[in-house]
């Protein structure tokens, strides 16, 4: 009982944490070809060389292999959902996406006697791309841009389950 009860009360704590997590400055965009059925589509394979660059700032892109696992396993669980099944040969269609972050960006905010201020302002940025595997068209793209927020390991998790998950909503 004592057990049950550790465990009800930790999901809770889960529960109310995500619920405090902002969410609302990330920006989510799609479109599906309207030639494709996605229904249609059942397995699916990453490309090669998808993945989420260190710093967009360098000349030379470098993938962040750790955050590129994650969205990896984070677009696999959402897909699972829609009844698609990764593979390693002769996928219906394949996935792309492209990540990075710009920690030098800056924004411009205006106070209340209308004076502007600029303040640094890291920002993320990834798009998505479901590609058919016969013909190379695109049949589903997502971009999604926000804020890149200070907070625990958790927080930023629970951020990036958000953005994937709305990203393929309607796949």
């Not at 677009?75 to 099944?85: P, S």
């Not at 996928?91 to 004076?115: C, H, I, Q, R, W």
């Not at 201020?117 to 058919?132: C, G, R």
Request: with cysteine; glycine share 6%.
């Amino acid at each position: 009982m004592k057990k049950v009860l550790k465990s009800t009360l930790a999901a809770l704590m889960v529960v109310s944490f995500t619920g405090c997590v902002s969410t609302s400055d990330i920006n989510v965009e799609s479109v599906q070809s309207e030639k494709a059925n996605l229904d249609a589509y059942k397995t699916y394979q990453f490309i090669e060389g998808s993945g989420i660059a260190k710093d967009v700032n360098k000349k030379v892109l470098t993938q962040n292999v750790a955050v590129s696992a994650k969205i990896e396993e984070m677009i696999n669980v959402e897909l699972a959902k829609k009844g698609k099944v990764p593979t390693a040969k002769d996928p219906d269609f394949f996935v792309a996406y492209l990540g990075g972050t710009d920690m030098e960006a800056v924004s411009k905010v205006l106070d209340k006697n209308g004076k502007e201020t600029i303040t640094k302002s890291p920002e993320a940025a990834m798009v998505l791309m479901l590609v058919d595997a016969d013909s190379g068209a695109i049949i589903w793209m997502s971009t999604a841009d926000g804020e890149i927020k200070n907070g625990t390991e958790e927080e930023k998790k629970v951020r990036l389950e958000y953005a994937v998950k709305k990203m393929l909503h309607g796949v």
